[in-house]
T-cell receptor
Framework: AQSVSQHNHHVILSEAASLELGCNYS??????LFWYVQYPGQHLQLLLK??????LVKGIKGFEAEFIKSKFSFNLRKPSVQWSDTAEYFC????????????FGAGTILRVKS | EPEVTQTPSHQVTQMGQEVILRCVPI?????FYWYRQILGQKVEFLVS????????KSEIFDDQFSVERPDGSNFTLKIRSTKLEDSAMYFC????????????FGPGTRLTVL
């Protein structure tokens, strides 16, 4: 069965610090990869996605993620976080040929101190 | 920008009662999904729905659960006889196409079973 691991459950950073959130998945075939964000009181929103092509994917609000197939990883990065990035971040995987469902990681709560 | 909407935002019910959670997917989307998140746990896939039938369901989605698209706009999740362990946040999502496509999530319905 597919599974997704997010390494940090809580991350606290100061504004302007760099961010990297880890995500590893367990599935050997073709995967589609996503990062979703949930701001306080809001619904899940897509930050970025990877289907194929350039493994470095750029998303909204200055976020990017790198797909490293050999490491089964899809880490999320941002060079300089802002207070408004305080949210919960979810990595999700879809094994394309096995249906449409998303398998989510446990989420990482990011708190940015101003 | 089109959004997925869900009603109610919070539902409280007694154990053994039936509940219906409602969702209005984005109008031109063809695939619909329900996920749930028990407090402190991962977002879990329940069911996907396409062309007026279930296309995939998880082990969680047992005979107590059903989904329906009663008209051209609503998508409902029914739990026939609620249990305490059904208490969770239930998210509806929709996508234009299948797996190679972003799923747009609604704000969720918090179900509390007493």
């Amino acid at each position: 069965a597919q599974s997704v691991s997010q390494h940090n459950h809580h991350v606290i950073l100061s504004e302007a610090a760099s961010l990297e959130l880890g995500c590893n998945y367990s599935y050997g075939g073709t995967v589609n990869l996503f990062w979703y964000v949930q701001y306080p009181g809001q619904h899940l929103q897509l930050l970025l996605k990877y289907f194929s092509g350039d493994p470095l994917v750029k998303g909204i609000k200055g976020f990017e993620a790198e797909f490293i197939k050999s490491k089964f990883s899809f880490n999320l990065r941002k060079p300089s976080v802002q207070w408004s990035d305080t949210a919960e971040y979810f990595c999700a995987v879809n094994a394309g040929e096995y249906g449409n469902k998303l398998v989510f990681g446990a989420g990482t709560i990011l708190r940015v101190k101003s | 920008e089109p959004e997925v909407t869900q009603t109610p935002s919070h539902q409280v019910t007694q154990m053994g009662q039936e509940v219906i959670l409602r969702c209005v997917p984005i109008s031109n989307h063809l695939y619909f999904y329900w996920y749930r998140q028990i407090l402190g746990q991962k977002v879990e896939f329940l069911v996907s729905f396409y062309n007026n039938e279930i296309s995939e369901k998880s082990e969680i989605f047992d005979d107590q659960f059903s989904v329906e698209r009663p008209d051209g706009s609503n998508f409902t999740l029914k739990i026939r006889s609620t249990k305490l362990e059904d208490s969770a946040m239930y998210f509806c999502a929709s996508s234009e196409w299948g797996s190679y496509n972003e799923q747009f999530f609604g704000p969720g319905t918090r179900l509390t079973v007493l």
